[in-house]
């Protein structure tokens, strides 16, 4: 069943098919790239009660499959195949986590005899993912205690990066009655709890009721990316209705703020401060939150940077960012114990600058530049790629990077400053040092 | 201007020889949004001993990486602003052969060339920015000197090579750099930054004589005079020391193993030498090897082991590292499979395996524009077009891969630099 099929500006072909309710395909077909993707993911609602079960699902698919039962003999049909990957992933778009695998291989137009790539990939892929190996009718208890221990050091780990943990920190604590305030990995204590049988579970809760986004970058037909794919779509289960992420609410920031402050042994405090956008990329309006959100902070030429940063040296860093699917923004900084008021001052009155249209149009223009050229670098990279039609795949958006940069080039200054009125500090949370 | 296609590949590159002697060439990318410009000179970190106006001439270490750093500075500013401003990406490195400047833009490729190929050729020091720049670079490698994966590397070299250059840290010592001054870095610029060392790479779809145009505008007119250097004569075919240790704070061993290998000639023999090499390390320890499962399920090594080959001039080796609580049994281990492949030989259907795995990496390598940049600058130096290695990948035999690990893969010319936890010292 067709749907859409465009041309973009590289010369690139985009399909999406839904093949079945709730299974879809996004093919990009192109001749630019020597190697070809395939990624197959499986879409929930972010839960606080599944995501660590979901997250483990792909790493322990990884480990062995019934025809490539440990590492070793799955490294090698990986070598067989031009030393091919296939990477287990764990995202979070919006609302909804994706996990699954990306495969990157060498593209069937490079192989030494002629010889094809892409379906024994792909079946290798439906293998991964349909086959695993078992012991006892569900997964391999070793493999699930070594998995479920890595995972539980990713999740530890995420406060090695303060910088990261306190961007973590903040959305927890503002949409702490949202979904969006789970982490993608979950959290230590719902780890623990999983067990083989209990993990078995969840996957054929995932093959049978979970939405799948399979996709493809490449230079092979159509028609052969569909017949690559059938195994794989074949293989899982037909009956039962796949759910479907909705879109996440908008919420209100509160007044007055949160204020959240935590203790840890660092040596540098990390100031992290989430605004309400009320916008998020499904609104008209998106394009023009793009740049308001690059002349603040988004770029090394921005208010943030240029001012915080440069000429008050009042922070090491400092920088904003948008969460696309979400109405959320995040002001990130590293300063001084000290100086964290004059900070937050300082990056609030930034904003405002904003707000009232005191920016210069290089200002606008050089923000204007570097947003179009990230989105259109974008087409050049197939990782990249990949990533942003997973993401318009979870929100049922179909605009393509060219597309949405074609909108940004048209956004009048008026459109910025009415997108950054809108922005509001919902919760501010400080990280601090031990007495 | 000649265009070359490289069917295999799916590349057609565009070569040129300017009348002042730099060669140019313009890997045209159609349907890409970015464009890639690298420059570069055939001038590294070893390079510290050379001829010049007929005499030689001895220059302290790391004068290469302090020129790369200054080069940046113009008489109006920082060029590095200049492009940033354009929305490009700039940077530079310096590796112990050559010394390369490039950025990546979506737009305005042109300006940026003219901005990247005027303040890489138009030197502008002061020893006021000089002396600056030395407390700069002494952080930077007191940096390195703190960094044990950096000493391990070191270490090793020491162990394998009696006197080549590679043997030298590519930043120099605290002490070397303090020797630097304006005067020592303009004459090895004009030593070194002639059109006749230099090389531009370009990777985009993008105008391949308008290319030529820039290059011909902003570039000197005179060719300048290939530079003789010396490396010290050459190496016995022994490890120069089969072990050395150190101790610093990790929090477990770490190792550099390694095997002193014939050097190769320029020319094809250079890259089938790289390439043979590296089929050896996989056939020898990579992931789906034998050895490496045994190792690993012995937990002598983790998923942080890796190996490569590295040919440069005067000398070539096979190095492999990371950390493990027993380095020395490791080594004992490497010895013995390698002892075991020169009297069976390589077992075939992983010899097979193999050779498309390290093939299809090198193909999807060319994806990045910044590698196939870099490396058709490198092997333009070494003497061979880098595209052609499907051609010279296709001649390699499995005999090759054996012979070239029963010859180099040996307890004399094995080297072992381990790095333990402890107070460092």
Redesign the interface.
């Known amino acids: 069943m067709l749907e859409t099929e465009r041309m973009d500006c590289s010369m690139m072909k985009v399909t999406r098919l839904t093949l079945r309710p709730g299974v879809h395909l996004t093919a990009v077909q192109t001749k630019k790239f020597k190697s070809s993707v395939l990624a197959a993911h499986f879409l929930t609602p972010l839960s606080a009660q599944d995501a660590a079960r979901n997250a483990l699902v792909p790493m322990v698919l990884r480990r062995g499959t019934a025809e490539h039962p440990d590492l070793e003999t799955l490294s090698a049909a990986l070598d067989e195949l031009y030393g091919g990957s296939l990477e287990p992933v764990v995202r979070k778009k919006g609302e909804a986590q994706c996990v699954g695998f990306v495969g990157s291989f060498l593209d069937d137009a490079y192989t030494l005899e002629g010889e094809r790539v892409l379906e024994p990939a792909a079946e290798l892929l439906a293998e991964v993912l349909l086959r695993p190996y078992t012991q006892d009718g569900a997964f391999c208890p070793d493999y699930t205690r070594q998995e479920k221990d890595n995972l539980i050091d990713r999740i530890r780990a995420q406060v090695n990066d303060k910088r990261q943990y306190a961007q973590l920190r903040v959305v927890a604590e503002m949409c702490g009655d949202e979904p969006f305030g789970v982490d993608r990995l979950g959290s230590e204590e719902s780890a623990r709890a999983i067990d083989a049988q209990g993990l078995w579970t969840q996957y054929q809760r995932l093959l049978g009721e979970a939405q799948v986004e399979l996709y493809y970058c490449g230079s092979a037909e159509l028609e052969r990316v569909q017949a690559a794919f059938a195994p794989l779509v074949d293989g899982l289960p037909a009956e039962g209705t796949r759910q479907t992420v909705a879109r996440p609410a908008k919420k209100k920031a509160p007044r007055p703020p949160r204020r959240v402050e935590e203790r840890l042994d660092v040596t540098q405090g990390k100031l992290s401060m989430g605004f309400r956008t009320n916008t998020d990329a499904w609104d008209e309006q998106y394009p023009a939150l793009t740049l308001a959100n690059a002349i603040y902070g988004g770029t090394t030429t921005s208010k943030l940077f240029m001012n915080v940063r440069e000429k008050l040296s009042l922070c090491y860093y400092a920088s904003s960012g948008l969460m696309k699917y979400k109405d959320v923004m995040l002001v990130s900084s590293g300063v001084e114990f000290d100086k964290v008021g004059q900070a937050e001052g300082e990056i609030l009155s930034q904003l405002y600058k904003c707000q009232t249209g005191d920016f210069s149009d290089d200002e606008l223009e050089w923000a204007r530049r570097s947003v179009v050229s990230t989105l259109l670098t974008t087409l050049d990279t197939q990782s990249r790629l990949e990533d942003y039609w997973l993401g318009q795949a979870a929100a049922g958006l179909e605009e393509g990077p060219d597309q949405l940069a074609d909108r940004v080039e048209r956004v009048t200054r008026e459109q910025v400053v009415t997108a950054a009125q809108d922005l509001t500090l919902d919760t501010v949370y400080f990280l601090k040092g031990r007495e | 201007m000649v265009s070359k296609q490289y069917p295999?590949?799916?590349e057609t590159v565009f070569h040129e020889i300017l009348e002042n002697g730099l060669h140019i060439y313009v890997d045209r990318?159609?349907?890409?949004?970015?464009s890639y410009a690298f420059f570069a000179t055939n001038y590294g970190g070893m390079d510290m001993r050379f001829r010049l106006d007929g005499a030689w001439k001895n220059t302290p270490a790391g004068v290469a990486h302090f020129l790369e750093h200054k080069m940046f500075d113009t008489q109006d500013g920082n060029a590095l602003q200049d492009l940033?401003?354009n929305?490009a990406s700039p940077n530079a490195f310096t590796s112990s052969v050559i010394t390369g400047y490039f950025f990546e833009?979506?737009?305005k490729f042109f300006d940026n060339l003219e901005i990247l190929l005027s303040f890489v050729s138009i030197p502008w020091f002061t020893q006021e920015s000089v002396d600056k720049e030395q407390g700069i670079i002494g952080q930077e490698i007191r940096m390195v000197e703190d960094d044990p994966e950096n000493q391990v590397f070191y270490a090793l070299m020491e162990c394998l090579y009696d006197h080549h250059p590679i043997r030298v840290p590519i930043a120099g010592t605290q002490e070397s750099i303090a020797k630097i001054t304006a005067g020592t870095l303009y004459s090895c610029h004009k030593a070194f930054y002639i059109p006749a060392n230099m090389v531009l790479t370009v990777a985009g779809d993008v105008d391949p004589e308008q290319v030529c145009a820039v290059a011909r505008k902003i570039l000197p007119q005179e060719s300048g005079v290939p530079i003789d250097r010396d490396y010290g004569g050459e190496e016995d075919q022994r490890a120069a020391a089969g072990e050395k240790e150190l101790t610093m704070e990790v929090s477990s061993p770490i190792f550099q193993l390694g095997f002193k290998c014939d050097p190769a000639v320029r020319g094809e023999e250079w890259l089938r030498r790289e390439l043979t090499g590296e089929l050896a390390c996989e056939a020898l320890l990579g992931?789906?090897s034998p050895l490496y499962?045994k190792l690993y399920g012995e937990g002598l090594i983790n998923k942080n082991f890796g190996y490569g080959f590295e040919v440069y001039p005067g000398c070539a080796l096979m190095a492999a590292g990371g950390e493990s609580r027993d380095p020395r049994k490791v080594r004992d281990a490497v010895l013995a499979e390698a002892q075991r492949l020169a009297r069976e030989g390589v077992d075939a259907a992983l010899f097979a395996?193999?050779k498309?795995?390290?093939?299809?990496?090198k193909?999807?390598g060319?994806?990045s524009f910044e590698n196939a940049c870099i490396q058709l600058a490198q092997n333009h130096f070494a003497g061979v077009e880098y595209f052609r290695f499907p051609e010279i990948f296709?001649a390699i035999s499995q005999a090759d891969v054996e012979d070239c690990i029963r010859r180099w893969v040996t307890p004399e010319r094995c080297g072992l630099a381990v790095v333990r936890p402890g107070e460092a010292g």
């Open positions: 295999r590949l799916g990318r159609r349907d890409f949004q970015k940033a401003a929305g833009s979506t737009d992931s789906s499962a395996r193999i498309k795995g390290v093939y299809g990496a193909v999807r060319l994806n296709d």
